[in-house]
């Protein structure tokens, strides 16, 4: 046997030894671990499925009660909304209460599609992104049906220069304000969203039109400010 025949058996018997070593000391944790990590794939897995399976259902009792309201049975789509307010999974509650709350406006019952919708804002346990849309949307039927303040009330806050509902808010405002006769007001608005980059292209010519009014009709200049 030559010296390198030797060495090399001596390393492999050497290496032998050393994982017999190791797997008496730590064999039982190794298997432990390796369990661990099955099972908590195998839980992962199955709470995904759990999850999207709950989702699922909750979606499609959505989209049913979406083409109810579209087919003009508002009253079988607010029972269905409510039914999934109640038991609905994630997102779809709060998404139930505010297209309930869109349907009552559309009966013209605007008072509770309101009072549904300052509920949806008012409620802490709902993202700031949806308490926002519902403000807005509070306040685009008080354009036509409340004050500038009950406009103002809502949407004040949605019009700084971060906020990406500030042009939409800012129109409504300036709606409230033109039919309040708060000329000025309402031309300060209109001319931050025309001068506004970030808004789209519909909302800008829009409120270009309602500044051109404005300014036609002289009542920003006869002193028709708040």
């Known amino acids: 046997m ?17 994982m017999k070593a190791l797997w008496h000391r730590y064999g039982v944790a190794v ?17 995904r499925y759990w999850d999207e399976g709950r989702a699922n259902v909750s979606g499609d009792a959505f989209s049913s009660a979406l083409k109810l309201a579209q087919e003009g049975k508002s009253d079988e789509a607010l029972a269905a909304l409510d039914q999934l307010e109640k038991d609905g999974y994630g997102a779809y509650p709060v998404l139930a209460r505010m297209r309930a709350a869109t349907v009552k406006a559309d009966k013209g019952d605007v008072d509770a599609a309101v009072k549904d919708f300052d509920g949806v804002a008012a409620d802490g ?6 308490r926002d849309m519902a403000r807005l ?21 949605l019009t700084a220069d971060t906020n990406p509902l500030r042009h939409t ?5 300036g709606l409230a304000a033109w039919k ?4 000025q007001d309402a031309l300060k608005l209109f001319d931050q969203i025309a ?8 909302t800008r010519q ?3 039109l309602m500044a051109e009014l404005i300014r036609g009709s002289g009542a920003a200049s006869a002193g028709g400010a708040s």
């Open 206 to 208: 829009r409120a270009t």
């Open 125 to 130: 346990s709902v993202p700031g992104s949806l």
């Open 137 to 157: 949307r509070a306040a685009l039927l008080l354009v036509d049906h409340g004050s500038f303040a009950d406009v103002s009330s809502r949407v004040e806050a």
């Open 169 to 173: 808010a800012r129109e409504a405002l």
């Open 195 to 202: 001068a506004d980059d970030g808004a789209p292209r519909n």
């Open 2 to 18: 030559s010296d390198d025949s030797f060495i090399r058996e001596v390393n492999e018997e050497f290496r032998s030894d050393q």
């Open 31 to 47: 298997v432990a671990v390796a369990l661990l990590v099955v099972l908590g794939t195998a839980g992962y897995v199955g709470y």
């Open 180 to 183: 309040e006769g708060k000329a």
